[in-house]
């Protein structure tokens, strides 16, 4: 039975990554040196320069996804709030 699977930060893909992308080394190599698979190695990579290309398309969307903070969080609060509403008319037409 093999071992548990590695669990690496995001700090660590992107070392990784960044150093895939100078190119002074292969990817065999870095694998050696990072002691990970060559496919995670251009997995990474891969998700590095989509998300460069994605905050680089337009600066506009991206500073004001900044300033407004997280995405999703706005969402779950107003998924509890509209719940918990839901819930207390429901409360209040049942008890008239």
């Not at 700090?11 to 698979?37: C, I, P, W, Y």
């Not at 991206?62 to 300033?67: E, G, N, Q």
Request: net charge positive; no cysteine.
């Amino acid at each position: 039975m093999a071992g548990k699977r590695k669990v690496h930060t995001a700090a660590f893909k992107a070392r990784v990554a960044l150093a895939a992308l100078k190119g002074d080394r292969t990817v065999n190599e870095l694998a050696g040196q990072f002691d990970v698979h060559p496919t995670l190695i251009h997995a990474w990579k891969k998700q590095l320069l989509a998300g460069a290309e994605e905050v680089s398309s337009s600066p506009a969307r991206a500073a004001s996804a900044d300033a407004e903070g997280p995405p999703g969080r706005a969402v779950r609060a107003d998924r509890t709030a509209q719940d918990g509403a839901g819930v207390a008319q429901k409360k209040a037409t049942v008890l008239t």
